[in-house]
């Protein structure tokens, strides 16, 4: 749709999103984007998988299998014709020029929006980007999608996906479930947003379910344009290493003496996780992330420097015990991926 008001668009013409492409409709947060938007029952979603792909996919959707890596974009571009957005959503695994193909594709499909690979970190926080090595990789994205003058861009600000972290290691929000450990940054005390995967799930369905533009100049109800070429905020919680040990205390029956509790300088460990980077060794970058997210300057509670978007797309309000007992057991089975981590993984690509 053209235009700044539905009033002044033809009468065939909806003011809706109703067809969505997805890439990594099988993955950890993509399935729960794709069963979202199938909950809705507002949108036709198409899923491009990899020919070569065994993954699950939820059922309603439509499914292309496509090399969406190939220099050869012919089919790519004809499977996003009509598509009014296109959702990116991959492994920290994938090419790295996996993202701007896809982007170069849809504007030549002429799709409306991009969702890209960036689901986590404030896009608007230079420093904390610039310390976590996200910078490039977000401004090739939003570089390339300006320069091609067709889609516009939404990133979500997420922070990092709460039970993917919280069961993921000392290196992450400093759990170690199996061995019954915690490494609390500093003190522990610093508060940060974090999100569920089926909260971004939701953000992103009630995003693009929201109608495109005002329907006239008195409209003043939410629109999916105007967040255009800029950034949505949610979170399911605000909370510090403290109140989740509280959580994890509630959920597991424990105490603070059933538990070896230990305190590290957040500022030494990313400079640890840095210098392990620098050196090559790529693991240091899970421990420079997430120690950078605790510093006490608050980049980490976007929230209260930003606000939120919650209630505007509708989200709830969700039951932190809930989502600590999910994050137990992926921390006590060892489902969490040693090089994933949680909302950057898709950052890399996010």
């Known amino acids: 749709m053209t235009g700044q008001y539905a009033k002044d668009q033809p009468s065939s013409s909806s003011n809706r999103i109703e067809k969505v492409a997805i890439v990594g409709a099988g993955g950890s947060i993509g399935k729960h984007i794709a069963s979202h938007l199938l909950k809705t029952g507002k949108h036709t979603i198409t899923a491009l998988a990899r020919p070569d792909s065994t993954g699950q996919l939820p059922d309603g959707l439509h499914i292309i299998k496509i090399d969406y890596t190939s220099d050869d974009d012919t089919a790519l571009v004809t499977a996003l014709r009509g598509q009014q957005a296109l959702i990116i959503t991959m492994s920290v695994s994938a090419p790295p020029n996996t993202t701007l193909n896809l982007i170069r594709a849809a504007a030549k499909a002429n799709v409306p929006y991009i969702l890209p690979n960036w689901y986590g970190h404030d896009p608007a926080n230079n420093s904390l980007c610039n310390d976590t090595f996200l910078s490039d990789r977000r401004d ?127 500022e030494q460990r990313r400079r640890d996780g840095r210098d392990a980077v620098q050196g090559g060794d790529m693991r240091g970058f899970i421990k420079l992330m997430y120690s950078r997210m605790f510093f006490g300057n608050g980049d980490g509670d976007y929230e209260s420097a930003r606000g939120l978007h919650n209630k505007l797309l509708g989200l709830p309000v969700e039951d932190l015990d809930e989502f600590t007992a999910v994050a137990v057991r992926l921390g006590e089975e060892g489902e969490v991926v040693s090089y994933g981590h949680g909302a950057a993984d898709n950052i890399t690509s996010r």
């Open 140 to 266: 090739s994205i939003t570089s390339e999608i300006a320069r091609l003058g067709v889609s516009a861009y939404i990133l979500l600000a997420c922070n990092f996906w709460y039970e993917f972290s919280l069961g993921g290691g000392p290196d992450r929000y400093g759990f170690d479930f199996k061995n019954r450990s915690l490494i609390l940054f500093d003190a522990g005390n610093v508060p940060i947003n974090t999100s569920t995967w089926p909260q971004c799930g939701r953000a992103i369905a009630n995003l693009l379910s929201l109608k495109e533009v005002p329907e006239d100049e008195n409209d003043t109800s939410p629109t999916l344009s105007q967040f255009r070429n800029g950034s949505v905020y949610i979170s399911s919680f605000r909370v510090s290493q403290r109140d989740m040990f509280e959580s994890v205390k509630r959920v597991t029956g424990t105490r603070d003496a059933d538990w070896s509790v230990t305190c590290e300088s957040a």
